[in-house]
C-alpha cells in the first residue's frame, strides 16, 4: 500500500522553528517530486514547496522563500520541511504529497496533481 504520513507539526511561538517529515511506505521516492502544501480551514490549498526528482533542485512559495527548506534522504526514504522563523501566518495543516517521474515545470508546481497524499501535520504559531 502506498502511503505517506507526516509528521513535526505542533505549536510554537513566532520566531520558532519546526522540521516536519514525510515518510514513505510502499514505494521509494527515488525519481519522484516531492512537495509540501498547506491548507487553513476555508481557504485554498496553497503549495510551499517543492524538491525535484532528477537533481534535488528546490522551489518555494514566495511567502516561505528564505525561511523554509526542503531536503529528502532517499536512503531513508523521507523528506522533510525545516520551517525557520515562523509566523502565525503560517499556521495551517501541512501535508506532504509525491509525483512519480517528476513535472514539467517546477516552477508552477502547485499546479500539478500528485499522485500520493499524506493526511497532514498540525502547525500552530501563536504570536
Known amino acids: 500500500e502506498v502511503q505517506l504520513v507526516e509528521s513535526g507539526g505542533g505549536l510554537v511561538q513566532a520566531g520558532g522553528s519546526l522540521r516536519l517529515s514525510c515518510a514513505a511506505s510502499?514505494?521509494?521516492?527515488?525519481?519522484?517530486?516531492v512537495a509540501w502544501f498547506r491548507q487553513v480551514p476555508g481557504k485554498e490549498r496553497e503549495g510551499v514547496a517543492c524538491?525535484?526528482?532528477?537533481?534535488?533542485?528546490?522551489y518555494y512559495a514566495d511567502s516561505v522563500k528564505d525561511r523554509f527548506t526542503i531536503s529528502r534522504h532517499n536512503a531513508k526514504n523521507m523528506v522533510y520541511l525545516q520551517m525557520n522563523s515562523l509566523k502565525p501566518e503560517d499556521t495551517a495543516v501541512y501535508y506532504c504529497?509525491?509525483?512519480?517521474?517528476?513535472?514539467?515545470?517546477?516552477?508552477?508546481?502547485?499546479?500539478?496533481?500528485?499522485?500520493?497524499w499524506g493526511h497532514g501535520t498540525q502547525v500552530t504559531v501563536s504570536s
Open positions: 510502499g514505494f521509494t521516492f527515488d525519481g519522484y517530486a
Open positions: 504529497a509525491a509525483r512519480s517521474g517528476g513535472l514539467s515545470d517546477y516552477y508552477i508546481f502547485p499546479l500539478f496533481d500528485f499522485d500520493s
Open positions: 524538491i525535484s526528482s532528477s537533481d534535488d533542485s528546490t
